[in-house]
């Protein structure tokens, strides 16, 4: 169980960095590549969609179904699905639009002339940026910490998808704070910061759901994960691709992402 807990603590690092190397980008590159950009958001998008539907909502409801009959087995992981859903909708609802990670920036804006090195105003609209990245990235982190306490190998699926749509976060987190400070640090610290997020969600699961941990809450906790990630898929991942499609590439991107999770499951059966 302990070298359980760090490999499930370490991917959930992992995928809560992935906003940095999204600032990293932003500072280091001058354009945006956008047919990749489109193709990889919508193989996240294949690879959380599938996983969720192929395989963690059915273990949720197995679990579910195995400790209380089929009946109230069933009806839980419909609930518990769609509270997931619930869940990351009102967390989208109260985040104001100016500070939704759902807009994303490109590389490009980041070399813009007109940044306002003491506007205020920008930087407590830069700040909330992160802030609003950093809750909707909290319950990421318990997904990718609970999915891979329970399987090693999905919890590696989850963590690539997720870091893979956390890069064009930290793009969006980096760029306005970028604009409001002119300082190209203190940008990359706030989106390096709210990716973070994801670690302490962990760690919350940890301290809050480890002690009542048995399979109707891992049924429960898996049924709502799998509404968290099919409606970051669809709410956030698949309109961002489309918004840069050249060509299907986004729908491209969404089939390989399903093929690739469906032989990595195949592969660990």
Not at 80 to 93: E, M, P, T, Y
Not at 113 to 127: A, C, I, P, R, W
């Amino acid at each position: 169980m302990p070298e359980n807990l760090l490999f499930a603590f370490g991917l959930t690092l992992l995928a809560g960095l992935a906003t940095g190397i999204g600032s990293v980008l932003a500072f280091f590159t001058s354009t945006t590549n956008t047919k990749f950009l489109s193709w990889m958001l919508g193989f996240s998008a294949g690879v959380m969609i599938y996983v969720s539907m192929i395989e963690i909502f059915v273990k949720s409801k197995d679990a579910l179904v195995g400790s209380l009959g089929v009946q109230s087995g069933n009806w839980l992981t419909v609930a518990g699905f769609f509270g997931g859903i619930l869940l990351i909708a009102l967390i989208d609802k109260f985040v104001p639009e100016q500070g939704n990670p759902h807009e994303l920036k490109k590389v490009e804006d980041i070399n813009k002339s007109n940044v306002k090195k003491t506007d205020h105003s920008l930087l407590k609209m830069g700040s909330f940026t992160a802030l609003a990245i950093a809750i909707h990235n909290f319950p990421e982190g318990i997904a990718t910490f609970t999915a891979a306490l329970q399987d090693p190998g999905l919890g590696v699926a989850i963590t690539v998808a997720i870091a893979i749509h956390n890069i064009p976060e930290g793009i969006a987190v980096a760029v306005p704070v970028y604009f409001a400070t002119g300082d190209r640090k203190k940008a990359f610290k706030l989106s390096f910061l709210s990716g973070l997020a994801e670690p302490v969600g962990a760690i919350v699961a940890f301290l809050i759901l480890m002690p009542f941990l048995n399979d109707v809450m891992f049924g429960l906790i898996f049924a709502a994960v799998a509404g968290i990630m099919v409606f970051i898929s669809l709410d956030e991942l698949l309109p961002a691709a489309k918004k840069y499609d050249e060509g299907h590439l986004s729908i491209y991107g969404l089939i390989a992402g399903m093929a690739v999770m469906a032989v990595s499951l195949l592969l660990f059966i």
